[in-house]
């Protein structure tokens, strides 16, 4: 066996999306103690730039030290209790996993269903929450990867508020890409990933939850199911100056990658970048109808940052896709599920929604089709 070299190729599929140079040089800055004083600022630095692309002032906000779907799972099991019903929007493959999250936590899932390729409908969540006065929480998808489709977060959570719900909001893709304000939208349970339009490498979780979500946490009758997700232990660590305690060892290097994204970011300006997503997804847009492909979702609630399209009638979806990665190195996502064969998903996450990247992926579409 020899050292792994990757080859150099360009992120365009559903994440993990193209790193900056900037960013990979600051992953392999010397490691230094966890508990290192410096460090510690470091974090408190990472917390409020948190803080700045989540919209919010909420204290408890950090980075959970593993993937997406460790950010999913910290909001349920801490949030949700054994006999508690949990209303789930299900509109793709993470609403799913939201369902089996809300289960295996002992809780009860009301289930509404929308059509893959369609936002949450308002009217099936308030139906939901009239024929179930006892549901504690509403648990969606702000932006459904698997279909590209953006659901309206602020009017959920305004129906879910209207009921006395709390708010579990998966926002691994919708975070740094499209407009997110967890304050002024009263979010309570706020999960993302670093590997999508934050440009980091993937493997940390950035959650964020209000003084409601931490009061009922607070509230819990019974400890938390899982040592290592258990939020009460993790702030511990992650909070208070001068006075932090072990809980686990943080990824430091991840953390020095995390803290440079973000940075890059405020630098960038939030606004700035929602303006920049919509701009090459429109240039894409364009430039993909051109070759005569489809989009999938309609542009009323169509994600700029994962482009969801048919693939064109008597293509050879695998054959096309592998062409890109090993004539291009162009990777771009498959479809999941039943769209699976059907439609191909491009990403312009963060660093990759560039007008290279827009301009290499249309010529290398239109070479192979
Ligand atoms: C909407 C959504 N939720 C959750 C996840 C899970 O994140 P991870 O793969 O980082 O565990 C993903 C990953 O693609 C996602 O797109």
Known sequence: MQSFIPPKRTLMGPGPSDISPQVLQALSRPTI??????FIKMMDEVKELLKYVFQTENEFTIAVSAPGSAGMETCFVNLV???EKVLVCRNGVFGERMRQNVERCGGTAIVIDDKWGEPVSLNKVEEALLKHADIKIVAFVHAETSTG???DAESISTLARQYGCLTIVDAVTSLGGVPLFVDKWQLDAVYSGSQKCLSC???LSPVTFSKRAVDKMKSR????QSWFL?????LSYWSGEGKRSYHHTAPVN???ALHESLLMLKNEGLEAAWSRHAFYHQELKEGLESLGIQFMVDEAYRLPQLNAVYIPEGVSDVEVRSRLLNEYNLEIGAGLGDLAGKTWRIGLMGYAAKKENVALCLK???DVL
């Open 221 to 224: 009758t019974k400890a938390v």
């Open 201 to 203: 490498t993937p493997g």
């Open 149 to 151: 489709v953006l659901s």
């Open 33 to 38: 103690g966890h508990l290192d004083p410096l």
């Open 254 to 256: 991840s953390l020095y």
């Open 230 to 234: 258990d939020q009460s232990l993790v």
């Open 81 to 83: 209790e054994k006999g």
């Open 364 to 366: 290398a579409l239109s």
